[in-house]
């Protein structure tokens, strides 16, 4: 027997421990794991030289070609790759107009729209993709049809629909609690946005007529409680209806013990967060201004700890990017209101979570592949993906964990044009990136052609206790 790949001398990063073997691909998927010197001859051999092998990064949650980013495919991807990241999961939006949000003469939204039409438009879009990518269904508007069409957004593949209790296309308790009875009945999962758009919008007018414009008024008026009350109803609908439901971008301390009064073993109620949210805290609206700015807001270091705390015991089970990309451009504005939300970092969030995971929290490599590999494959339905065995797709990093390098704007994928931590010095390195058994990315370097990168047609997940920790 011949293969087309093995890949050995340093050790494999799993969810569970470090693992001193090296492991053969064949045809993109890997099919033995053990000492080098028991696989199977290769046509190529790679030597980690003492790097660390960990599986690709499974992003759930990235802005691409949509309404808030102005990445395309092949540019989001790229970005992707080179951080380490071998599959996204976007959003396909119900009502969008295709006009970007900073361009519109009005509102970018319509009155009406087909989920299964969004999903069609995104992966017509992605031809270009460097790297695997998924859709999750994003619903919109209160338009009672939408709800007949989560069976056949299930069927093509996109297991998983998102809402909003935030902006203008804040949906109702009401129309939620439909969704999420629908989609208990088949399976699916439900990720929400929660803040409470009423409250915000009242600090945010009140902010206007103070005065309050600058950065670091911001966060005063998207507070933690916001994101609470918000949360604390969408897990009552969820529980009453037996919804799977995923809390994405959780930001604080308060959001954290509402998540953790909800669930039980974790067979219904999960949550994320995000890489800027436990690496970065308010003080980044002093230094980057504007460039900073999210939704919800970055919060304290209290909260940061709380995130952490979260993680370790499985109440939050992912951390992912909510990458959106805008140029510095479009973030310089007077007043915060007038500012578009979301911050790049689908190129950075590997080494970043890594550097503040391990480096200054002392957590070990494992839990990072837990919480940005494992978990996330596994809670949105990709049984190929999130680990190093065999009979999974040979997605898989080439790190080196102690590396020191100092991020640059300059060295962006993205069309954003800046970072939230450009000159930030940190430990640990993306060498190299495949998919499926093939080199993407090399030494900072993009060498795969567009279109590599192909679509994923989900399974409906079926969650196990513990937040599927491995």
Known sequence: ???????????????????????????????????????PAADHTLDLDGNVVLPGVVDP?????????????RTGTAAAALGGVTSVINFAWQTWTGERERDANGSVWADSGSLVSAVDRQRAKATDALVDYGLHATVTAEDPSVLAEFADVVEMGVTSVKFFTAYDIALSNGFLYRAFDRLADLGAVALVHTED??????????????????PTDYPSARPDYTEAMALADALTLARQTGCQYYGVHTTSAPACRELAEARDDGRQIRGETCTHYTATT????????????QAPPLRTE????????????????????DHVASTRREKSVEAWWDCPFGVNSLQTSLPVFYDEAVESRG???????????????????????????VGKDADFVVFDPTATHTISEADNASRADYSIYDGREITGKVKRTY??????????????????GQFLQRDLPEWQPRGDRA
């Open 1 to 39: 027997m011949s293969v087309d790949l093995v890949v050995a001398g340093g050790p494999i990063a799993t969810a569970t421990g470090m693992i001193d073997a090296g492991f053969a691909v064949s045809d993109g998927t890997i099919v033995a794991i053990g000492a080098p010197d028991t696989l």
């Open 61 to 73: 949650h990235v802005h691409l070609d949509g309404f808030n980013s102005i990445d395309s495919y």
């Open 197 to 214: 758009a009423a409250v915000c919008q009242a600090l945010t007018d009140q902010h206007r007529r103070a005065g309050r414009s600058r």
């Open 282 to 293: 308010e003080s980044a609206y002093e230094t980057d201004g504007m460039l900073a700015l």
């Open 302 to 321: 209290r909260d940061v700890d709380a995130l952490f705390a979260a993680l370790a015991d499985g109440t939050l089970s992912v951390v992912s990017t």
């Open 363 to 389: 957590y070990g490599l494992p839990f990072v592949v837990r919480v940005m590999c494992t978990n996330p494959a596994r809670t949105f339905g990709l049984p190929r993906k999130g680990d190093i065995a």
């Open 435 to 452: 998919v499926r058994g093939e080199l993407v990315a090399d030494a900072g370097e993009i060498v795969a052609d567009p279109g590599h």
